[in-house]
């Protein structure tokens, strides 16, 4: 069956490190790949999106890699601070259907950085 | 910053009850959808609507479920005999086309007592 899976329901660390969050998939074969942070009681919020083509995106302190070999992505918030504390999700489009496709969630990690 | 419109933003509705839940998408999108969480869970799919009629939907979405885009601005989800499983946050999402990142409205929290 497919299943997109983030690892780590929860995660905490200090203000300044770098956390990485960790989203695999199995029996896709994803056209792209999206993450969003959504805050308690909100609708996500887009942050990135990278292709089936692209190895790595930034944008200011994010960074987000795909390695469809591995099925996987990795998203990384650098220099965290608390105001990064929320929950990410990683959301993929299958590669049928690209146009309008529907994007199949995963749960999320719920980050939490201390000052 | 463009945003997705969802009213209201919270309903509480007797358990057979027909609801409407409502949405205004950005003006310049094309795709529009329907998602829903159930309380601790992952964002779920229900529907996408382009060109004005339904281009995929889940399992979740039944024949207790419609969607419509009356005019050229809103776009509803009606559930026409809700349950108490409905109790859930809806979502409204649109996007430009395939390859962009989705806007999610704020939600309707729905609950069915």
């Known amino acids: 069956s497919q299943k997109i899976e983030q690892n780590s329901e929860a995660l905490n660390i200090q203000e300044g490190k770098t956390a990485t969050l960790t989203c695999n998939y199995t029996?896709?074969?994803?056209?792209?790949l999206q993450w969003y942070r959504q805050d308690p009681g909100r609708g996500p919020v887009f942050l990135l999106l990278?292709?089936?083509?692209?190895k790595e995106k930034r944008k200011e302190r994010l960074k987000v890699t795909f390695d469809t070999t591995l099925k996987q992505s990795l998203f990384h918030i650098t220099a965290s601070q608390p105001a990064d504390s929320a929950t990410y999700l990683c959301?993929?489009?299958?590669?049928?259907?690209?146009?309008?496709?529907?994007?199949?969630f995963g749960k999320g990690t719920t980050l939490s950085v201390s000052s | 910053e463009p945003e997705v419109t969802q009213t209201p933003s919270h309903q509480v509705t007797q358990m057979g009850q027909e609801v409407i839940l409502r949405c205004v998408p950005i003006?310049?999108?094309?795709?529009f959808y329907w998602y829903r969480q159930i309380l601790g869970q992952k964002v779920e799919f229900l529907v996408s609507?382009?060109?004005?009629?339904?281009?995929?939907k889940s399992e979740i979405f039944d024949d207790q479920f419609s969607v419509e885009r009356p005019d050229g601005s809103n776009f509803t989800l009606k559930i026409r005999s809700t349950k108490l499983e409905d109790s859930a946050m809806y979502f409204c999402?649109?996007?430009?086309?395939?390859?962009?990142?989705?806007?999610f409205g704020s939600g309707t929290r729905l609950t069915v007592v």
């Open positions: 003006s310049n999108h094309l795709y």
């Open positions: 959301a993929l489009a299958p590669l049928i259907n690209q146009a309008g496709t529907a994007l199949i």
């Open positions: 609507f382009y060109n004005n009629e339904i281009s995929e």
């Open positions: 990278i292709r089936e083509n692209e």
């Open positions: 029996n896709y074969s994803p056209a792209y």
């Open positions: 999402a649109s996007t430009r086309t395939g390859g962009y990142g989705y806007t």
